[in-house]
């Protein structure tokens, strides 16, 4: 801890960190809430998707339904190749607009991604 040095006003760090403590503490919190709870959200949406290719496929072999599966992936491909980046940083943005904390929001987001 560095002391102030009278002719030099010279907060100490925990000075400093004290002022901010509370929007670090909320941001975290609510970071790691949305990190945990994207998580388990594309969890659920992988899991639906994944039911949903398989109902289309049992159609097909059936004979009930024909996928041009070339064209899909012809429709998909922009949105896979520019789309995922844009829309990871439009969510960061989205979810750290008018936060002061968004360096702890965004750390604990990433923590909470990362969770099992």
């Not at 909320?26 to 959200?41: E, N, R, T």
């Amino acid at each position: 801890m560095r002391a102030s040095i009278p002719g030099n006003a010279v907060p100490d760090f925990t000075t400093l960190l004290r002022d901010h403590l509370p929007d670090l503490s909320v941001g975290a919190v609510l970071g790691f809430a949305c990190g945990y709870a994207l998580k388990k959200a594309g969890r659920a949406a992988l899991l639906i998707l994944g039911l949903l290719f398989i109902a289309v496929q049992l159609l097909a072999a059936q004979g009930f339904v024909h996928v041009d599966w070339t064209r899909v992936q012809s429709a998909f491909q922009p949105l896979l190749e520019e789309g995922g980046r844009a829309l990871g940083d439009r969510v960061l943005q989205v979810l750290t607009t008018n936060l002061p904390f968004g360096a702890s929001f965004t750390a604990a987001l990433l923590l909470g991604l990362r969770t099992r």
